[in-house]
């Protein structure tokens, strides 16, 4: 069992920046790759970002390339989402998931999810 909790979530500016953390118990944290998901309201959730499991790979969705940093601290069971440059499109619940994969768009591959941080970007 794993257990995730996401933070760092909260109302912002579109151009400013938020740091989403996501903070894992329950399994050692370096044995799995890490994503981060997001779900605007009334659309399915989309895949973000995502990284492997020593932190060496990443993989980020088109949409948030170049503005997001997925990145973690596998000696404080820690992941992270640097967000910059927000965009009021990026408005959605985040949610952060393991998989046992070395890091996967794929949403099917990830076992554990948290319960979500909301993230709101005004114009």
């Known amino acids: 069992q794993v257990q995730l909790v996401e933070s760092g979530g909260g109302l912002v500016q579109a151009g400013g920046s938020l740091r989403l953390s996501c903070a894992a118990s329950?399994?050692?944290?370096?044995?799995?790759?890490m994503g981060w998901f997001r779900q605007a309201p009334g659309k399915e959730r989309e895949f973000a970002a995502t990284?492997?499991?020593?932190?060496?790979?990443?993989y980020y969705a088109d949409s948030v390339k170049g503005r997001f940093t997925i990145s973690r601290d596998n000696a404080k069971n820690t992941l992270y989402l640097q967000m910059n440059s927000l965009k009021v499109e990026d408005t959605a619940v985040y949610y952060c998931?393991?998989?046992?994969?070395?890091?996967?768009?794929?949403?099917?591959?990830?076992?554990?999810w948290g319960q979500g941080t909301q993230v709101t970007v005004s114009s």
């Open positions: 990284i492997s499991r020593r932190g060496f790979s990443t």
């Open positions: 329950g399994r050692t944290f370096s044995t799995y790759g």
């Open positions: 998931a393991t998989t046992p994969w070395n890091g996967s768009s794929d949403d099917s591959r990830y076992d554990y």
